[in-house]
């Protein structure tokens, strides 16, 4: 009998030591907050001011996840916070205003002009070297290679301010796809390695 309450007992604290903690990536708030980044990114003086609906810690309660069954036996389920993708840290903001003003002074007129489009890893590409004028091609492929070196500097802090570096790639694919709904009519995009154009 005494050995019987003992692996009880054991048991009950094992169980109960026993947490998971499951932190989805918030793909909703992840894509509202890209709009917002690359929007004021690729705006053109005069454009309205995209529409920044904040952010914030929200934390998934148990009324929103229905009758945990472990609570029967005093298991409380633990619920993890969702990150904060109001993306304003200083590093964040100073990647954003590096990428505003290159793209308004080098890369905006090669857009327009079907040289540069967006790649499927939410990277720039030169897509027709041919358009661009002899004399501004060592200009423009130092400043695509400094943009693509924000872009992947941003995706990266944006996943380690929110805590979760692994969400890196998620994020990347995130900000890809917002590249391309948020472009101009006429610039260019590549889906499946061919290029199209919006």
């Known amino acids: 009998m005494r050995s019987w309450f003992g692996f009880s007992l054991v048991a009950a604290l094992l169980l109960s030591a026993c947490v998971t903690i499951n932190v989805y990536f918030p793909a909703a708030e992840a894509k509202e907050a890209a709009k917002v980044f690359v929007e004021k990114v690729i705006?053109?003086?005069?454009?309205?001011?995209?529409?920044?609906?904040?952010?914030?810690?929200a934390m998934r309660t148990p009324a929103a996840q229905g009758f945990d069954p472990w609570i029967l036996l005093g298991i409380a389920p633990a619920y993890a916070q969702q990150p904060d993708f109001n993306i304003q840290t200083p590093a964040i903001r100073a990647i954003q205003a590096r990428m505003e003003q290159r793209f308004d002074s080098v890369l905006r007129p090669h857009f327009d002009s079907g040289a540069l489009g967006f790649g499927e890893d939410g990277l720039v590409m030169v897509r027709d070297a041919a358009a661009?004028?002899?004399?501004?091609?060592?200009?423009?492929?130092?400043?695509?290679?400094?943009?693509?070196?924000?872009?992947?500097?941003?995706?990266?802090?944006?996943?380690?301010?929110?805590?979760h570096p692994e969400?890196?790639?998620?994020?990347?694919?995130?900000?890809?796809?917002?590249?391309?709904?948020?472009a101009k009519s006429g610039w260019w995009y590549q889906r499946g390695g061919a290029w199209k154009q919006k």
């Open 43 to 57: 705006q053109e003086a005069g454009d309205p001011a995209p529409e920044d609906k904040g952010g914030g810690m």
């Open 167 to 182: 969400w890196e790639g998620q994020i990347r694919s995130v900000f890809a796809k917002q590249w391309v709904d948020s």
């Open 132 to 163: 661009i004028a002899l004399k501004d091609r060592v200009p423009v492929n130092s400043a695509v290679a400094d943009e693509n070196r924000d872009r992947k500097a941003v995706y990266r802090e944006i996943a380690v301010a929110n805590g």
